[in-house]
């Protein structure tokens, strides 16, 4: 009897197999892990065509209807998170592909906005290739206390974040579609426009799932609205900031500057301008990256293949 293969993509860090025990699989499942990415279909297509089953770690790769409808043979599709912009629910569903999700948790994502935040105003990635390089305190920073922060989506993330800032003795300001007043209030927040958060607030800071609600909420007006000393931060996703209006904004310094963690295109292209301005701060898509993340994303991938193989799949994601 031919054996189930399973792929699992984009293991970036080779931690796949540490983080969980994969012996729970059947034995006649075969797993082949693969840690470079792939961004042309064909390429993926190629690698992926004799495969039942594919994890997918994020949005690292995209599965469209014309990727999936060219992988006849996969039959199940798990993704980390029980959300997933970067894959085609309709088409999954359309092509007899079950997609299933897994758990998570939050606050990585908001240790490492407070990360960005602190690296930006206390210029600690500089300091620290100073002191590298042999010099001694090369710039002068910024304070927290009495400082206004703008949380862009006060939801669960947001007001993990917005708590935090409280902590610094922060003016917290908040605004999303459907935020309501007392809401923001039991967040410790006052709800304002979203004009008026980006003209008062020194940090503004984005906490949105990508929709089409979303894509292209901070474009040249909006970011027009920040003061020159106020600085935007993005762990959420890159297409929510209107990426060339971004640019232009850094490089002409009509805002001090930007921690970003989540980009257009990921990975990174190398010749791309966030690479070389010298007024942000960029880390690779790691919000949710760590040890405590992965043991379950993991485990649940395995509980999600093994139900799939019993025939009765288990957090099964379909279109809305």
């Not at 602190?118 to 010099?135: F, S, V, Y």
């Amino acid at each position: 009897m031919p054996k189930t293969r399973v792929a699992v993509l984009d293991d970036y860090q080779d931690v796949a197999l540490q983080m969980t025990d994969w012996r729970s699989l059947s034995p006649d499942t075969d797993i082949h892990v693969f840690r470079d990415h792939l961004s042309a279909n064909d390429a993926i297509v190629e690698r992926l065509k004799d495969f039942e089953i594919v994890v997918a770690m994020r949005e690292r790769t995209p599965f469209r209807r014309d990727l999936m409808a060219r992988l006849p043979k996969l039959k199940l599709l798990v993704t980390t998170g029980m959300r997933n912009a970067a894959i085609d629910l309709a088409a999954a569903a359309d092509l007899g592909v079950t997609v299933c999700g897994s758990g998570g948790v939050l606050p990585p994502t908001a240790e490492l906005t407070w990360g960005l935040i602190l690296a930006l105003l206390r210029h600690i990635p500089r300091e620290d290739a100073a002191t590298r390089a042999g010099q001694w305190q090369v710039s002068m920073g910024l304070g927290l206390q009495g400082k206004t922060l703008g949380v862009i989506g006060l939801g669960n993330l947001g007001s993990y974040v917005a708590n935090v800032g409280k902590a610094f003795q922060m003016e917290i300001l908040a605004w999303s579609q459907n935020l309501t007043a007392e809401r923001a209030t039991q967040a410790g927040a006052t709800l304002v426009s979203k004009d008026e958060l980006l003209s008062r607030s020194d940090i503004v800071t984005i906490h949105l799932v990508l929709s089409d609600r979303t894509r292209n909420l901070l474009g040249a007006r909006e970011l027009g609205l920040m003061k020159p000393t106020a600085f935007l931060i993005n762990t959420s996703r890159g297409p929510i900031v209107n990426e060339s209006a971004l640019i232009e904004a850094l490089q002409k310094r009509t805002i001090a500057g930007a921690g970003l963690d989540v980009f257009e295109e990921e990975p990174l292209p190398l010749d791309h301008p966030f690479r070389k301005l010298p007024n942000i701060v960029v880390t690779p898509h790691i919000g949710y990256v760590t040890k405590e993340t992965y043991e379950i994303f993991f485990r649940h991938i395995v509980e999600n293949i093994r139900a799939f193989l019993d025939g009765k799949p288990v957090r099964v994601m379909r279109a809305s």
